[in-house]
């Protein structure tokens, strides 16, 4: 069974930061690939970001590369979302995501955390 547990939502003006955490709980967690989608009002979920279990290997959506970071503390079971200059367009339900494979993570993940709200004021 993997639980996984967002925090740092919230809201921002533009150009500002935020980090988010996720919080797993799951045997054998560096053996997971690790990310977060995200979802506006009226859209489409859509992929960010994704993290290997080693760390070594990232990938990002279109539309956050160069702005998000993210990366994983194997000892304390948490992966991050650091964002940068954040845009209006940013707002969305933050979702934290677990597979055990990058293929299968960058379609549809088999686990997925409750969300947190990121909201981006102009």
């Known amino acids: 069974q993997v639980q996984l547990v967002e925090s740092g939502g919230g809201s921002v003006q533009a150009g500002g930061s935020l980090r988010l955490s996720c919080a797993a709980s799951?045997?054998?967690?560096?053996?997971?690939?690790l990310g977060w989608f995200r979802q506006a009002p009226g859209k489409d979920r859509e992929f960010v970001a994704a993290?290997?279990?080693?760390?070594?290997?990232?990938e990002y959506g279109d539309s956050v590369k160069g702005r998000f970071t993210i990366s994983r503390d194997n000892a304390k079971n948490t992966v991050y979302l650091r964002m940068d200059s954040l845009k209006p367009e940013d707002t969305a339900v933050y979702y934290c995501?677990?597979?055990?494979?990058?293929?299968?993570?960058?379609?549809?993940?088999?686990?997925w955390g409750q969300g947190t709200q990121v909201t981006v004021s102009s």
């Open positions: 995501a677990a597979d055990l494979s990058m293929r299968n993570f960058k379609r549809t993940p088999g686990y």
């Open positions: 799951v045997r054998g967690f560096n053996t997971y690939v």
């Open positions: 993290i290997i279990w080693s760390g070594s290997t990232t």
